[in-house]
């Protein structure tokens, strides 16, 4: 399963009024076309991506949606 498929199938099982912040919170992760990432960004993104490969992440139902 992509990491993609994996959200989506998350983001069903939030209330709405959460997916409402889950919303906010990816348009910060998005550079805007006259923002580009910077040297600290592509760093966090390539360290989260080896964390999730090593398994350090917080599953679903572990976390505390309300």
Do not use: C, F
Request: hydrophobic residues 40%; negative net charge.
């Amino acid at each position: 399963m992509t990491i993609t498929e994996e959200i989506s199938i998350m983001l069903e099982h939030l209330p709405e009024k959460n997916q409402a912040l889950v919303l906010e919170l990816i348009k910060t992760m998005i550079p805007l076309d006259d923002e580009p990432l910077t040297d600290e960004d592509e760093e966090d993104i390539i360290q989260a991506r080896a964390e999730r490969e090593r398994g350090i992440y917080t599953p679903m139902d572990k976390i505390n949606w309300d």
